[in-house]
């Protein structure tokens, strides 16, 4: 597959463009257009809830079909689709309709792009991380320009940067290498039965479920932060400027650690990265929930090293390690339901209500959920040997393919 790593990095690079604006301002963009907290939340909550359904769905139809590429343009038509439509949209209903299948859909891309990246990486002999960093690295020229474009023109300018982020990923997607010939059509039906089977017996792995918990206790204890963390910054007084400064440093760390990931993961191991994420998640919201001085907010956004970035290198280190190529986008659809859906979803909506409440005390919450993603990481540590957990591991490894 030839310059298979700069296409996927500029996939990735879009990917990341998208969240730079939406994540530190897409719950403020709400509240300037007029919805409650809990509107905010239940919104949110709302997407993250159904990615439960639609995520595993997506991958297991991409892992039978042995072409992710046609599913994230399909899913990402989706995205550009309802992001150019808040551009128009008023009544809290149209926002709703709009935005919630577009970031269903943006949910369900990323464990696809995840999948791919990861064992083309494996495969072809280049580091994941030096792909992946490529949607950090965009994500922080996002947080930086969509703050000052906040600042300067004010929310107005986040639904046409989320539609034009969108409309370049459709095309950097379009762009990545065809897979190969796929199944005819009378095999489909026999490849999905196949796939829906070893799903189920993935999910019936104690390992497996294991990791599904550490790992989705720590990446969904960032929901408060991630749904209310700009929005809380700007009700005690910091600029969208500021804002936009703040966010990105903790992926800074995130960078660094993505470009050297196969050394760190080498170092530590996939179970041990997860537990260090966990106590990361308990060291950092604790400090955010103190609504503390500024220097000690610029401690813990360098703390998103650890939070995210070296539990995400954990999970996608043990996918890789554990599972059969040919389940990768399904055990990631997986692992993003758990993470982004299911208790990302509840913790998402719980926020609304204790952040209109508590305010950034909220943040306490997210910390009690990263010391369950640590108990549940060393629980994973004394489980798994880095053996394969499926009774087939050794058998059809098609799942290398785009």
């Not at 206790?217 to 910091?238: N, P, T, V």
């Amino acid at each position: 597959m030839r310059a298979v790593a700069p296409r996927l990095s500029f996939a990735q690079a879009a990917s990341g463009l998208l969240g730079g604006a939406y994540t530190p301002f897409f719950g403020a963009w709400l509240a300037w257009k007029g919805l409650s907290p809990g509107e905010i939340g239940a919104l949110m909550a709302a997407a993250m809830l159904l990615r439960v359904i639609v995520s595993p769905f997506t991958g297991i139809i991409a892992d039978a079909h042995n072409d992710r590429r046609a599913m994230m343009l399909a899913l990402y038509a989706v995205v550009f689709a309802g992001y150019a439509a808040l551009n128009g949209a008023g009544a809290v209903t149209l926002i709703f309709l709009a935005a919630v299948p577009a970031n269903i859909a943006t949910g369900s891309i990323t464990p696809l792009l995840e999948s791919v990246s990861v064992r083309l990486a494996d495969r072809f002999g280049f580091d994941y991380g030096h792909v992946r960093l490529w949607a950090s690295t965009l994500f922080v020229i996002g947080n930086v320009a969509s703050g000052v474009a906040v600042s300067l023109w004010g929310m107005i300018v986040i639904a046409p940067w989320l539609a034009v982020s969108a409309g370049l990923g459709l095309f950097a997607v379009y762009a990545l290498p065809r897979p190969p010939a796929r199944a005819p059509k009378s095999d489909l039906g026999l490849r999905m039965r196949a796939t829906l089977a070893e799903a189920r017996e993935l999910l019936r792995s104690r390992v497996f479920v294991i990791f599904l918990l550490a790992a989705s206790f720590d990446q969904g204890s960032h929901a408060f932060y991630y749904g209310y963390g700009g929005l809380h910054w700007r009700q005690i007084g910091y600029s969208g400027t500021l804002i936009g400064i703040l966010w990105p440093l903790g992926v800074l760390a995130e960078i660094a650690l993505m470009s050297m990931s196969l050394k760190v993961f080498r170092a530590l191991g996939s179970t041990r990265l997860l537990l260090l994420g966990g106590l990361g998640c308990l060291l950092r919201w604790s400090i955010l929930g103190l609504d503390p001085p500024l220097p000690f907010v610029v401690f813990a956004q360098f703390l998103h090293g650890a939070t995210f970035a070296l539990a995400h290198l954990g999970a996608m280190y043990f996918i890789l390690k554990a599972v059969p190529p040919r389940l990768a986008a399904t055990a990631q659809s997986l692992y993003a339901v758990g993470s982004s859906g299911i208790v990302m979803g509840l913790a998402t909506l719980a926020s609304g209500p204790l952040y209109a409440q508590f305010g950034g005390r909220t943040y306490f919450l997210m910390a009690a959920m990263g010391l369950m993603a640590a108990i549940f990481a060393f629980a994973l540590g004394r489980s798994w040997g880095g053996e394969r957990i499926t009774a087939h591991a050794a058998t059809d490894e098609i799942g290398d393919t785009i």
